[in-house]
């Protein structure tokens, strides 16, 4: 029947025999002799070692091509699906160009506003000669800055309207100070030392040259025309 074969089967692989001979003995009824012949020890575990090295090589194969086909496949779909695509470049060269444009734009009219604030800029002409001299400072502002600074003298200076009012005197120790005026009415600037002396209005300079005395005084008016 088929679980006898099934277990002389079995059982041959059991006991190391030939089950093709085990089966036939069956079949036919007849009987099995078998002789016992010596094998050295050693040579039967290393064909044993090799016996299950050899099964258990089988299901490594298996996997390792399971896993190399599933990396082929997933490599050729990424492959595919770039190839898909479209060029990004041309995209980017017309995103790279419109900033360039806009950049370009905004610096012309950067450059367009600096000419025109230079074309507006306040200007300063001086006339008068001697001991005083009349500053007209061309300004829309409501309020300008006076400087005064001495580089190698000492010199009493004041400014009317104006904190420095009173008077402060310029040394090496102390060779400027600033103050702040409103142009609604005239200043004046009195110099107790002219040579030496700087007076600056909104960082533009007023030329002293022709206070000729020791002592001078700058009339510093304010106009918009």
């Known amino acids: 029947t088929f679980y006898a074969r099934s277990f002389l089967r ?9 089950e093709g001979i085990v089966l036939d003995a069956y079949d036919s009824g007849s009987m099995i002799t078998y002789e016992e012949v010596d094998v050295d020890e050693e040579d039967l575990s290393g064909r044993r070692r090799s016996n299950k090295k050899k099964t258990s090589y089988l299901p490594l194969f298996y996997f390792v091509l399971f896993a190399l086909s599933i990396l082929i496949f997933v490599t050729y ?12 470049s041309s995209a980017n060269y017309s995103v790279v160009n419109s ?34 001299i009349e500053a007209r400072y061309k300004t829309s502002k409501e309020t300008a800055t006076v ?42 600037i009195t110099l107790g030392v002219v040579k030496g002396v700087t007076v600056t209005v909104d960082n533009q300079t007023i030329d002293t040259s022709k206070l000729t005395t020791q002592t001078g005084t700058v009339t510093l008016t304010f106009t918009t025309d």
């Open 147 to 188: 400087q005064l600074a001495v580089s190698d003298a000492t010199s009493w200076v004041s400014v009317s309207g104006s904190e420095l009012e009173g008077g402060v005197t310029l040394s090496a120790d102390n060779k400027n100070v600033k103050t702040t005026v409103s142009t609604k009415n005239p200043v004046t």
């Open 10 to 18: 079995k059982y041959a692989w059991a006991v190391e025999l030939d």
């Open 99 to 132: 900033t360039s444009s806009t950049i370009s734009s905004s610096s012309s009219s950067s450059s367009q506003t600096s000419s025109s604030s230079s074309t507006t800029e306040s200007t300063i002409t001086v006339s008068g000669e001697g001991n005083r």
């Open 77 to 88: 779909y990424v492959w595919n699906y770039i190839q898909t695509q479209p060029s990004p």
